[in-house]
Antibody
Framework: QVQLVQSGAEVKKPGASVKVSCKAS????????LHWVRQAPGQGLEWMGW????????TYAQKFQGWVTMSRDKSINTAYLEVNRLRSGDTAVYYC???????????????WGQGTMVTVSS | QSVLTQSPSASGTPGQRVTFSCSGS????????VNWYQQFPGTAPKLLIN???QRPSGVPDRFSGSKSGTSASLAISGLQSEDEGDYYC???????????FGGGTKLTVL
């Protein structure tokens, strides 16, 4: 079945970086865009950006431009989200999600990873 | 502060019909389709309604969506205890060039 499996929980100190992985299975990795969405404890969903696994191109939400990087390794059907210069406010569950639409006028996130908890604490 | 506005909470008793509202603007709901996501504690969101009123495979027909102008609604009929959770609306935003979410509505089944 179609699945996105993310890497495990991380604990990082302020100022450090974290790289979260998202491994796709059950479908052709390069045929669907991926989005990254985060959720701080007790809060709502926050969109971080979307990524084209075929071309490697990414579009970042303005808030995350310059300190977040999305990438992929096509050989292992895996996408990555790297967040730099972590602060306590970045403590959140980070999700990858497949989009069955083409970004531009709609977004249909039909399959989600299980989430990766990133805790930033000194 | 979320771009799309949702009431923070809603409640109902088993068997009742409950509705959730989602308010946006001309750059998002007014010009693009709306999705709804259901989330239970400790789990990832699940796509419940897409393209305003379409149910993905496996979603019961108790769930329905609609859109009018810059607002959208989700309705649950025949409320069940297992429907208790958080519900988020989302839409593409032309100004931000990305999706925006509502702050979510927490549903309590009494």
């Amino acid at each position: 079945q179609v699945q996105l499996v993310q890497s495990g929980a991380e604990v990082k100190k302020p100022g450090a970086s974290v790289k979260v992985s998202c491994k796709a299975s059950g479908y052709t990795f390069t045929e669907y865009y991926l989005h990254w969405v985060r959720q701080a404890p007790g809060q709502g969903l926050e969109w971080m950006g979307w990524f084209n696994p075929n071309s490697g191109g990414a579009t970042y939400a303005q808030k995350f431009q310059g300190w977040v990087t999305m990438s992929r390794d096509k050989s292992i059907n895996t996408a990555y989200l790297e967040v730099n210069r972590l602060r306590s406010g970045d403590t959140a569950v980070y999700y990858c999600a497949r989009d069955i639409a083409v970004p531009g006028t709609e977004v249909d996130l039909d399959v989600w990873g299980q989430g990766t908890m990133v805790t930033v604490s000194s | 502060q979320s771009v799309l506005t949702q009431s923070p909470s809603a409640s109902g008793t088993p068997g009742q019909r409950v509705t959730f509202s989602c308010s946006g603007s001309s750059s998002n709901i007014g010009s693009n389709t709306v999705n709804w996501y259901q989330q239970f504690p400790g789990t990832a969101p699940k796509l419940l309604i897409n393209r305003n009123n379409q149910r993905p495979s496996g979603v019961p027909d108790r769930f329905s969506g609609s859109k009018s102008g810059t607002s959208a609604s989700l309705a649950i009929s025949g409320l069940q205890s297992e429907d208790e959770g958080d519900y988020y609306c989302a839409a593409w935003d032309d100004s931000l060039n990305g999706p925006v979410f509502g702050g979510g509505t927490k549903l309590t089944v009494l």
